[in-house]
């Protein structure tokens, strides 16, 4: 046949309709083709420009890559606490009940190979992003080919992640993590390393890492692991809930095959190793020794030092919390043991110091104690009632936040205001309502009582509302507000805060006068306050621990600041005028003396009586009680805040030598009629001591003439006279119309 002839026979047969169909049917594929091929180039290169014009703009050398060295967290940290001749013995090993640091020597080969193979199956041959599954994660993200989602975070980038906890949902992380894993494999650490200490963190529940995951899950060392074993556990980390295999057996049976098919797949194992680990029988029981029951103080110790972590560098919850527990800290504590149990020993006796339940009561009724010295060390504290039985629990002197009542007065109201020198220890002021913005006459005293004209001290013994609100009106909220927060530090006060659909403000009369506050005061925070009433207007913020050291270097240290909050003349006249409170005849807190020492403190009593403080101190200590229901109940009986602080306090200071409180500044001490207020001549005949600041003594008594007794610096120890005035001795009492507070019973 021709030329001519087959080629007329080829061009016929492109000219047949089904030819043309077909031929017009691969052009338009092809278009498609290329039409695809050109947006994911496109798209590609987009995000490879966006990529590298982020890292120009944002991305520097090794800014925040982990520090791997620092997280060998194979040692137990130890709690060091001074003995009797004040040297530093051990007191506690802290031990780690959610991870066991193993190196990679120590963790089986098929346990690695398990990891790898589920979780970056090119682990060895990437540096720190696999482009493959990182480009295949986007186009499914795309174009949907998959149902399954699946990430393209490699072994390097989860160990970024979960390190940093950066876990921002924007493209910009993605990004920046992808360069940091570049860059931590580039320059700065092994693949062993990196692998080692992804296998310690790998969150698994309620463990972190392989080694606590084999005491947790099969009751064995790591290093005693079957491939089977092996296959569980990395199994478990891509859904820790799904597949724990406590909860869910089955779920995890699934996956541990698919571990086991992939390990099989990569050649990490044979066909024989394959079978018998496909048909194990898996065994789950823990073998986790349960850590002992820690004291209060030892919890306290705990959050403050982890917190201190965080904050001096930058850690999360998370791994501040792995270097305390398994960090090989060098902690040294400020607790005195013998101190602490004496504490525990008194709220542990539920018979002897605890009301009787009640048939009615759906739960008992709770207290919380903190206290301190004048130097801000924390002396004991404990959370609740009855033994203690688990660690980390809610410690309800440092954690809840309670209503003071009028424990806040001392604080809010009388402090600014003899410190401004508005009033002074004898200033006379009548029992007078104030007006309100809104016109109406508040407060009321508690159960309504009224009272005629009385000095400022009796004032504060009886617990007057009335008397407090005046002083309010020349203080104002505001100062009163600012005074309690940024010196007094009382961290729990709001200037805004919507509850209940409602906004709420602690600036105002009733917060500030007679303690109604939006949320309530912690019990470590008004022992904190009070204490400046006792050591010349100085405030130390509460610790735990002198240092903690790793190694030979100090991670952490704490010391007093003495941050001066108010004058030391002001500091006694409050000390004194406290003092009255437990020993004056009209006092909220009479009976609460502590031995021979000279005390001073203050009762606050809801109206509702719900909730109930006593914070007071002697020239030892200085402590805050609560007392009262977790759920808001009424309290029958309002005594047991007082009782359990006093109990508390006659035992840490049994055997204590004498003491007095030596902070007295310039201040004055002389005797005042009790009529006037001012300084008393001879011929006032119903007098009292009082104690002045030397820049606002009050004049000589103009009332009854006469000649003035003399006044005299308050240098050494002076007791405190007994008032002899002949006024009411009518059951003291106090409330308000709104937010009311009373006086315990």
């Not at 530093?88 to 963790?107: C, M, P, R, T, Y």
């Not at 992640?161 to 993590?177: A, C, F, G, Q, Y």
Request: charged share 25%; net charge positive; proline share 4%.
């Amino acid at each position: 046949m021709s030329r001519s002839i087959r080629t007329a026979k080829g061009k016929s047969f492109f000219r047949k309709k089904p030819v043309r169909i077909a031929m017009r049917m691969l052009k338009a594929t092809m278009k498609c083709i290329l039409t695809i091929f050109l947006i994911g180039t496109i798209t590609v290169s987009v995000f490879g420009c966006v990529m590298a014009v982020y890292v120009v703009t944002n991305y520097k050398g090794t800014e925040g890559i982990p520090d791997l060295k620092n997280i060998n967290l194979n040692q137990s940290s130890i709690i060091y606490c001074k003995n009797d001749n004040g040297e530093f013995v051990e007191n506690q090993h802290v031990q780690g009940a959610n991870s066991i640091w193993k190196d990679l020597n120590k963790i089986p080969i098929n346990m690695q190979n398990a990891v790898i193979a589920i979780e970056d199956e090119r682990f060895r041959e990437h540096y720190g992003v696999d482009w493959k599954r990182t480009v295949s994660a986007i186009a499914n993200l795309v174009f949907k080919f998959s149902s399954h989602e699946y990430g393209g975070s490699t072994i390097t980038q989860q160990l970024i992640k979960n390190l940093t906890k950066d876990d921002d949902v924007r493209i910009s992380r993605k990004i920046r993590e992808i360069f940091r894993a570049i860059e931590m494999e580039r320059s700065s650490y092994t693949k062993d390393q990196i692998l080692e200490a992804y296998l310690n963190i790998l969150p698994l529940g309620s463990v972190s890492g392989v080694g606590a995951a084999a005491n947790y899950f099969f009751a064995k060392d790591v290093e005693d692991l079957t491939i089977a074993e092996c296959a569980v556990i990395a199994g478990i980390t891509q859904s820790p809930s799904s597949y724990n295999p406590y909860m869910h057996p089955d779920n995890i049976k699934r996956r541990q095959r698919h571990v086991l098919n992939k390990m099989y797949e990569l050649g990490f194992i044979t066909v024989d190793e394959y079978k018998q680990a496909y048909n194990q029988e898996l065994i789950f029981k823990s073998s986790m020794r349960r850590v002992d029951v820690q004291d209060y103080y030892a919890d306290l110790l705990t959050e403050q030092v982890i917190e201190d972590l965080m904050k001096t560098y930058g850690y999360s919850t998370e791994w501040a919390t792995q270097i305390y527990f398994r960090g090989g800290l060098k902690i040294y504590s400020a607790k005195d043991p013998e101190q602490q149990r004496k504490v525990e020993k008194i709220f542990e006796n539920d018979d002897k110091n605890f009301p009787k339940p009640n048939k009615n009561d759906k739960e008992d009724p709770q207290a919380g104690i903190a206290i301190i010295d004048y130097n801000g060390r924390l002396v004991a504290t404990v959370g609740g009632r009855g033994e203690k039985t688990a660690n980390r629990v809610f410690n309800r002197a440092v954690d809840a936040t309670r209503q003071p009542g009028s424990s806040i007065k001392p604080l809010a109201v009388y402090t600014p205001a003899i410190n401004l020198n508005l009033v002074n220890f004898s200033t006379i002021v009548k029992d007078n309502k104030i007006t309100l913005r809104d016109g109406s006459k508040w407060p009321n005293n508690y159960g309504k009582y009224k009272y005629g004209a009385m000095p400022i001290e009796e004032a504060l013994q009886r617990s007057l509302n009335t008397v407090p609100a005046q002083l309010m009106e020349m203080i104002t909220p505001q100062r009163s507000f600012d005074f309690v927060t940024q010196r007094l530090h009382l961290s729990t006060l709001v200037k805004s805060a919507r509850v209940n659909d409602q906004i709420s403000t602690d600036i105002d009369f009733a917060p500030m006068t007679l303690g109604g506050l939006t949320y309530g005061v912690r019990c470590i925070e008004m022992a904190a306050a009070f204490q400046v009433f006792g050591n010349g207007g100085i405030y130390n913020k509460p610790y735990t621990y002198y240092k903690v050291m790793r190694d030979d270097e100090v991670l952490l240290e704490t010391k007093p600041l003495n941050d001066k909050v108010i004058s030391e003349d002001t500091a006694y006249v409050m000390n004194r005028l406290l003092q009255r409170v437990v020993v004056g005849p009209h006092g909220t807190g009479r009976g609460q003396k502590i031995g021979s020492f000279e005390t001073f403190g203050k009762t606050g009593t809801t109206n509702d009586n719900k909730d109930v403080y006593f914070v007071g101190g002697t020239p030892y200590y200085v402590g805050a009680c609560w007392f009262g229901y977790d759920n808001n109940q009424w309290l029958r009986v309002t005594s047991y805040a007082k009782s359990l602080w006093k109990k508390s306090m006659d035992a840490l200071h049994s055997g204590l030598g004498k003491k007095t409180f030596d902070k007295k500044g310039n201040t004055i001490e002389a005797s005042y009629c009790y009529q006037t207020g001012l300084l008393a001549s001879k011929n006032c005949k119903n007098r009292a001591i009082g104690v002045y600041k030397p820049d606002n003594v009050p004049d000589l008594c103009h009332v009854h003439g006469g000649v003035s007794i003399a006044t005299k610096p308050v240098t050494s120890t002076q007791s405190t006279e007994k008032s002899t005035t002949t006024s009411s001795s009518t059951s003291s009492s106090q409330t308000s119309s709104s937010t009311t507070t009373k006086p315990e019973s």
